[in-house]
């Protein structure tokens, strides 16, 4: 029998470049050619997070406040073309600075849903096939990715991915579209 | 043998009183008088994690982005006069907010770092007794408590903890002032 994955990620990630990684797992496991850029082509927490996504199957929850890293909003498009289903949760106020995700993760069709009321929706977790637990600091932008301490848990435990998954679709049925309230100034 | 901790914590927390909590812990198990607040009294997600904290009795290592919350800042506070070895690292560009706990640690003679470099030091984690890891989306503010949507795990895991400490003894030495470059404007 496999051993859980138990994993700690810590950044600012090592620079590396993920092409192959993109490129193998949207043809699903053929080879790719290498890429010509000059970064290295090694592992670091980025390809590591990458690699953990990209084992989805069959599904992937995201519940994240800031989304605008292109490698992981790549990797979440390949998910959704491949047929895993893809749901997104995220915040307001940040879904729509510049250089987010979430346009384009709504343009290539998949489902996200946002908070309408005052606090942040500030988690930082996604679930692959209701199995593995990613969660930390990081939000998925490029910034923190390349420039901040932060860190990523990578747990296959039930005990931690159920409550997860719960909060999930607790979020999930609560920032239903259907349940808006819209407020017009008089 | 006691089974390990192994929580997750989500939230907004529900409104509670943690006085009766924080007074029980600054006398070492003595009960505290009931607190006259008309907070309820019961368990929250808040009380959850001060609670852990207060089950500290050698160290404590706390990497935080954002610390303004009064309670959280008690039980340190409280945690350093008992004689637990509290360290702290933390954003240098928040800890000077309005309402920022750093300075009262400081005042109180705990040890406190910070980057001084371009990226955020975005962690939240603490370890207690180099044994329970405390770490998640939360930052130790009020608005994160009481408003936004949040987690907290917390592993009593060498797997997991080993690496925390280890990043954290890293940081501890890169943030140490004695390294600290000064650039003056000609």
């Known amino acids: 029998r496999r051993r859980p994955v138990r ?6 990630s090592l620079p590396s470049c993920t092409e192959k990684l993109l490129a193998e ?10 890429c010509p850029c000059p970064l290295p082509q090694g592992d670091s927490s980025l390809s590591r997070l990458l690699r953990c ?14 989304f605008s890293s292109p490698q992981l909003g790549l990797a979440v498009q390949l998910l959704h073309r491949r047929g895993v289903r893809v ?9 729509s600075v510049n250089g987010s995700q979430i346009g384009l993760l709504r343009h290539a069709g998949i489902q ?7 606090g942040f ?23 923190a990715i390349q420039n901040n301490r932060e860190n990523v848990l990578v747990v296959e435990d039930a005990e931690y991915v159920k ?7 607790k979020i999930w049925e609560e920032y239903n579209p259907i349940n808006f309230l819209f407020f017009f100034p008089k």
Chains 1, 2 share one sequence.
């Open 25 to 34: 797992a949207a043809e699903l496991g053929a080879a790719a050619r290498p």
């Open 163 to 169: 409550p997860f998954l719960d909060e999930f679709e």
């Open 87 to 95: 749901r997104v949760v995220t915040d307001a106020q940040y879904m």
């Open 121 to 143: 929706m500030h988690h930082k977790f996604a679930i692959v096939d209701r199995r593995l637990l990613i969660t930390g600091s990081l939000n998925w932008t490029t910034q």
């Open 112 to 118: 996200v849903r946002h908070n309408q009321d005052g």
């Open 7 to 12: 994993e700690v990620l810590f950044f600012p």
């Open 53 to 66: 996504l990209l084992s989805a199957r069959r599904s992937l929850e995201i519940c994240l406040f800031a």
